[in-house]
């Protein structure tokens, strides 16, 4: 259960983040990851489990902030926790603008599946008096000014079955339907409520082409300035048309005017050529521009403004509205 649990907070938690668990159960989740660090809020609670982790995880409760973290960790304490707004209220004052708090919780529709568990020795014994429903939470979080911005339900089959559980927990756990039944729930939420950064960030717009030979001269023309210092680049993928010569001609000769990057994608497909834009962007805000202009360039400014003043986490658009 923890080595996937690790596995799918590893999908937000990279190796170089530090990541700071408050009040672990167990080292086996955040203490395994490579910049993990584990802190708690008393020394009556840290008494037992400080004895299960290496002395240089431990991190006083009042040097947190100091540190940083990118990520803060609470993992499964609200079932048992008396006060969850509190809670909440501690881990929001470690914090700073660019934290993220993970919190795992488990479905209610699970409950008595676990008081089995726990009657026959299968898990250990906790006083599980909180089974809270997603909006709960939510409300919880922006009570003490966090935005819950992401919400994953993981784990059908929360022990190993060889060919069985693996199928079904990453295959058919993420349907619609059966995502309902699932164990564990993951949020993301961030810290809101900090005054807009004063510094205005620059951009680097990255522009996937392929057979678009027509449109990037007008693509150069059209993009409006936003940040002080932003940068174009362009991605060719496989085009059969001039594409790459246009890109090129462009390059010289605007070049002196605004920075535009080239290059040609290794792969094929647009995933493909947005990682290589992605890779070699050098900017604070990434952004990603169809070269069809079925999404004009006047309109990026309405994008930079909603992130620059932190509007949100990921700005997408539609061609629909």
Not at 173 to 197: D, M
Not at 202 to 229: C, Q, T, W, Y
Not at 236 to 258: C, K, L, M, P
């Amino acid at each position: 259960f923890y080595s996937q649990l690790r596995r799918y907070i590893g999908l937000f938690v990279l190796g170089q983040n530090s990541v700071v668990e408050i009040d672990p159960t167990t080292p086996l989740l955040i203490g395994r990851f490579p910049q993990g660090k584990v802190t708690f809020r008393s020394i009556t609670q840290a008494a037992e489990p400080m004895n299960e982790f290496d002395e240089h995880k431990v991190v006083k409760i009042e040097d947190v902030t100091d540190t940083k973290p990118d990520y803060l960790v609470i993992s499964g304490l609200i079932h048992y926790e008396r006060d969850i707004q509190s809670m909440f209220a501690q881990a929001r004052a470690l914090c700073s603008p660019e934290t993220r708090l993970v919190l795992t919780y488990y479905s209610s529709m699970w409950r008595p599946l676990a008081t089995l568990a726990s009657k026959f020795g299968l898990r250990r014994r906790v006083p599980e008096s909180n089974w809270l429903a997603h909006e709960d939470v939510q409300n919880l979080l922006t009570l003490e000014d966090f935005e819950l911005i992401r919400l994953d339900q993981k784990i059908l089959i929360p022990f190993y079955i060889p060919l069985i559980s693996g199928f079904v927990n990453r295959c058919l756990a993420p349907l619609p339907l059966l995502r309902t039944l699932c164990l564990l729930n993951i949020a993301i939420a961030r810290p809101i409520g900090y005054a807009a950064p004063k510094a205005e960030p620059s951009v680097s717009i990255v522009v996937p082409a392929r057979n678009e030979a027509g449109n990037i001269e007008d693509i150069v023309k059209r993009l409006p300035d936003m940040g002080p210092d932003d940068e174009l680049i362009f991605i060719e993928g496989n085009s059969t048309d001039t594409t790459w010569n246009a890109i090129q001609e462009v390059q010289q000769r605007y070049g002196s005017e605004r920075s535009i990057l080239i290059a040609q994608q290794d792969g094929k497909g647009k995933g493909d050529a947005v990682r290589k834009g992605f890779s070699i962007a050098t900017k604070d805000v990434l952004m990603i521009l169809d070269a069809d202009m079925t999404v004009p360039p006047e309109d990026l400014p309405k994008f930079y403004n909603a992130i620059k003043d932190g509007k949100g986490e990921f700005i997408n658009g539609t061609r629909l509205v």
